[in-house]
């Protein structure tokens, strides 16, 4: 090689190094996300969803550097009473339960509480020798094998911790026999009856939805020495100001909590009875899941966004380090754990501690947009929430549909915030 050569080598690997470690240039921040013209397409699109019928009321708020940039609603929170969707309007928000009580969580991991690849059993011994489902044997008897290793708290902030779902019918029997989420319980019994149970698979191998954030809430408890829920409101909710997040809707603040309706296969929408829509959060249960159970408003949940956003921070108010939501925020799933249930379904997505995290641009503009860094989750009431640290926004979109958005209302919300996604020619 001729001095031309060398000189330039330097330069030829600066350049490469930055190609492939620059993100995807749909994914630099830009000067403003939400214009006028952004307004303008995300009133139109969720007017849509309530003038088709697709669902009965939604709301929805988004801040971007720390401002509040869009709000409004549509439609009805209590359609038979016409009660018109607000900002004010209480709903449930179920999943959306999991990054609160991973928050909380992770204020006891600042404090140096616990190390996330510590053994579950070192602080819950419930969970010590656990065994694995390793199928049936010519008798139809369950055949039990040691699990490889132990769980880890990292496993159950993951879901892969392996715990026993309904989808094996000797597992699912086990399942139901034990009531290990029966509102009557407390969370350590919850922990004692689910720790009977036999894993689905190794820790570790694969990620599965279950009730893993459900023992986190244990282990708060176990950990702070203070009830769950009393935990989240002196840590969490109290710090924020989020007055309107609680499991139990006291009766002065009924008249603001919207219903439930569900979707047929048709696209009727039928109400559910408020005697089962309602059945967890009009009474002080005994349980107090992590996984689920929470009610909350838009600007409760936005606060908590914020906090997020702003790197654990809210105001003079820290709940979080920075490098803490930071460890959060980043894909915790190895390529090794190729078996995802339907986190697929999400996304080019990977899974933080209680959060999807996105690792790639859309690969179409079929699936769900974002951009790469965000993290987010929703609930079984198609609520959605997400952090977009790259352009600093946060938004929160409220509905009460189930079964969980089969009308495609996120992918429309995001298309409407972003604009529609349009993939990159190959170079």
Request: proline residues 6%; hydrophobic residues 40%.
């Amino acid at each position: 090689m001729n001095r031309t050569i060398f000189a330039i080598l330097p330069i030829l690997f600066a350049f490469i190094a930055f190609q492939f470690s620059a993100p995807h240039t749909d994914q630099q921040p830009r000067a403003a996300i939400v214009s006028a013209e952004v307004r303008h397409r995300i009133d139109a699109t969720l007017k849509r969803f309530t003038d088709s019928g697709k669902t009965v009321g939604v709301s929805a708020l988004i801040f971007e550097k720390g401002k509040e940039v869009y709000f409004n609603a549509f439609g009805y929170a209590d359609r038979e009473a016409k009660v018109a969707m607000d900002r004010n309007t209480i709903v449930r928000i179920f999943s959306m339960t999991k990054p609160v009580t991973g928050v909380a969580l992770m204020n006891l991991y600042e404090k140096g509480a616990f190390q996330l690849d510590d053994p579950l059993s070192k602080y819950a011994p419930e969970f010590a020798d656990m065994k694995v489902y390793a199928g049936v044997d010519s008798s139809g008897n369950m055949k039990l094998e040691p699990a490889k290793r132990p769980i880890t708290i990292r496993d159950i902030t993951r879901h892969t911790a392996g715990f026993a779902g309904t989808d094996i019918p000797a597992l699912a029997a086990l399942v139901r026999k034990a009531e290990y989420m029966n509102p009557n319980i407390t969370l350590s019994e919850m922990a004692k009856r689910l720790a009977g149970l036999p894993l689905q698979f190794h820790p570790g191998d694969q990620w599965a939805y279950g009730p893993s954030v459900d023992v986190q809430a244990y282990l708060v408890e176990r950990l702070s020495g203070k009830p769950f829920d009393q935990y989240i409101k002196e840590n969490i909710f109290d710090p924020l100001k989020m007055t309107n997040t609680r499991y139990v809707v006291a009766g002065s603040h009924r008249q603001r909590f919207a219903a439930l309706y569900h979707r047929s296969d048709h696209g009727v929408l039928s109400r559910v009875p408020d005697s089962q829509a309602n059945y967890f959060n009009i009474k002080d249960w005994a349980l107090k899941p992590g996984g689920f159970g929470l009610t909350s408003t838009l600007d409760d949940y936005m606060k908590f966004a914020q906090m997020l956003v702003n790197k654990g921070k809210l105001g003079k108010v820290k709940v979080l380090k920075p490098e803490t939501v930071q460890l959060m925020a980043t894909n915790q799933l190895s390529d090794t754990i190729s078996k995802r249930m339907w986190l697929p379904s999400k996304g080019r997505v990977g899974f933080g501690i209680d959060f999807a995290v996105r690792t790639q641009p859309p690969a179409t503009k079929e699936e769900n947009n974002g951009i790469v860094g965000e993290f987010f989750w929703d609930g079984a009431a198609s609520t959605l929430f997400w952090v977009d640290p790259v352009n600093e926004l946060t938004a929160v979109l409220f509905t009460q549909l189930v079964p969980f958005d089969q009308v495609k209302l996120h992918k429309s919300f995001r298309d409407a915030v972003y604009g529609e996604y349009l993939p990159q020619p190959d170079k």
